[in-house]
């Protein structure tokens, strides 16, 4: 995985937060026990404890940058971060709700660490989450055709970066294992400020494993031809530049 800056993973947080109270906002019951799978840097904490005031909160993150931001930030006594990988974690007991925000795109086999997790969800309990799905959008498109160019191809060839699944393979899942399945898409128009607003997104998330895969001699020119690239990809409008992103959403809750 790569490195992640939460300074600019946060530049765009009102919009990157919306999606998570979205999928929030379809999670039922009342969950004393809650773990969020790739919680960054703690700011959504806070949608979870309003939601659920008596739950306790486990943020877990791969990131050492991610979970000092965390306990750095968040003051808050029942909840607690743990730097760890998801796909050899566990949790030490039971969860009644298992929650992640755009953390499985850059999982390896995914789905079979998604289902090894669900298996910790207590009955009646619920697995939640949310991935990117604009894997065919300019933002992205532009981002390999720019790799794939010479010079950079020769550093960014073997970069893996992250992984789209199709929705049903989600549903297939889980309801295979007769859990109640609600899944859904969803397409934000977002409206950025500035003057490189798309760049400055995708530097923040998807186009990390690329610049870290350049040298310090290549990077520049990498990003000003995909800032270049993207201008004319999403053109600036008088009331900002519209960045459609659309992401996948599953609620599945256990039979009881």
């Known amino acids: 995985m790569p490195v992640w800056d939460p300074a600019r993973y946060l530049q765009f947080a009102d ?14 019951g009342t ?24 739950a306790t909160v486990h943020g877990v993150d791969s990131s050492p940058e991610m979970i000092e931001r965390a306990r750095n930030d968040q003051n808050d006594d029942a909840a607690t971060y743990e730097l760890a990988d998801v796909t050899t974690w566990a ?10 925000n755009a953390l499985f795109q850059w999982v390896p086999d995914q789905l079979a660490v998604i289902e090894r997790l669900a298996g910790h969800v207590a009955p009646a309990g619920t697995f939640a989450l949310q991935v990117p799905r604009n894997y065919d959008a300019p933002s992205h498109t532009l981002l390999r055709d720019i790799a794939a160019e010479r010079p950079f191809a020769a550093h960014t060839a073997d970069v893996v970066a992250d992984r ?9 899942l889980f309801a295979a294992h007769g859990w109640g399945v ?4 969803t397409t934000y128009l977002h409206v950025l400020a500035g003057d490189d607003p798309v760049h400055d997104w995708v530097s923040g998330t998807g186009a990390r494993p690329y610049l870290q895969a350049l040298p310090d001699d290549l990077r520049d020119a990498f990003t000003g031809a995909y800032r270049s690239a993207l201008r ?14 659309r992401r996948t959403f599953l609620v599945a809750r256990r039979p009881a």
């Open 15 to 28: 919009d990157r937060s919306r999606p998570f109270v979205d999928l929030v906002a379809r999670v039922q």
């Open 31 to 54: 969950p004393r026990t809650i773990v969020d799978l790739g919680c960054g840097p703690g700011h959504l904490t806070q949608v979870l404890r309003h939601r659920w005031p008596e």
């Open 91 to 100: 949790p030490a007991g039971p969860v009644d709700l298992v929650i992640s």
């Open 164 to 172: 789209g699944t199709e929705p049903a393979a989600y549903l297939e």
């Open 182 to 185: 609600d899944l859904w898409e």
């Open 232 to 245: 004319d990809a999403y053109p600036r409008r008088p009331w900002g530049t519209v960045f459609p992103f």
